[in-house]
């Protein structure tokens, strides 16, 4: 089984610039999240979808961040403008729909504001 | 809000040893609660997950010994081995709708 795709793997940008990620789940998953993890921390998520609906975006900065799932399979996270406070590893995560259902993680986007 | 508070931040062990990781919880509405283990570099994997009707659960030298009245668990790690030298998320959720929400993290160090 193939896992949690995500890219890029590391992302460089100035603040007030804008960046995208781009995270693709595991085959069969409905349920997809965003967690940033910013260094020393545990993941806070972000956002999550079941299948290509919003079921809880109360931790994102919506003034900055936006996110979409289209067709219910691959995911965009976007940040524009990006601040200082940004830098962080964005983590991805997906599982099945249902009780209890562990939730598989890609390996990150590491993103540095300079 | 810290909703999952974890403890220590970083812990050294000598092979062999028992490594022992705290976490309380505020939310009595959490019923799920899950353990993963991350490497540099890597994402979180889950490593063992308990539901509060159990006291205790053993998969390997991996234990998860859970107090509901307290709002407390903890994960024992038995044997330890440099291998298990990594970070340590505990985690808990409303299990209908999978929101998790995630400790600080311990660092763990297994000497050889």
């Known amino acids: 089984e193939a896992g949690v795709a995500q890219s890029p793997r590391y992302k460089i940008i100035e603040k007030r610039q804008s960046v995208a990620f781009w995270c693709n789940p595991i085959?069969?998953?409905?349920?997809l999240y965003w967690y940033q993890q910013i260094l020393g921390q545990g993941p806070k998520l972000l956002i999550q979808f079941q299948n290509n609906g919003v079921v809880d975006d109360s931790q994102l900065p919506k003034d900055r961040f936006s996110a979409e799932r289209l067709k219910g399979v691959d995911s965009t996270l976007k940040i524009q403008p990006a601040k200082l406070e940004d830098s962080a590893v964005y983590l991805c995560?997906?599982?099945?729909?249902?009780?209890?259902?562990?939730?598989?993680f890609g390996d990150g986007t590491r993103l540095s504001i300079l | 809000q810290q909703q999952v508070k974890q403890s220590p931040q970083s812990l050294i062990v000598q092979k062999g040893g028992i490594s022992i990781i705290n976490c309380a919880y505020e939310?009595?509405?959490?019923?799920?609660f899950p353990w993963y283990q991350q490497f540099p570099g890597k994402g979180p994997a889950l490593l063992i997950a308990?539901?509060?009707?159990?006291s205790e659960k053993k998969e390997g030298r991996f234990t998860i010994s859970f107090n509901k009245s307290a709002k407390q668990f903890s994960l024992h790690i038995m044997d330890s081995q440099p291998g298990d030298s990594a970070t340590y998320f505990c985690?808990?959720?409303?299990?209908?709708?999978?929101?998790?929400?995630f400790g600080a993290g311990t660092r763990l160090t297994v000497k050889p």
């Open positions: 308990i539901r509060p009707d159990v």
């Open positions: 995560a997906s599982s099945s729909t249902g009780r209890d259902q562990p939730q598989h």
């Open positions: 985690a808990a959720s409303v299990a209908i709708n999978n929101d998790m929400r």
């Open positions: 085959s069969g998953h409905a349920t």
């Open positions: 939310n009595t509405a959490f019923d799920y």
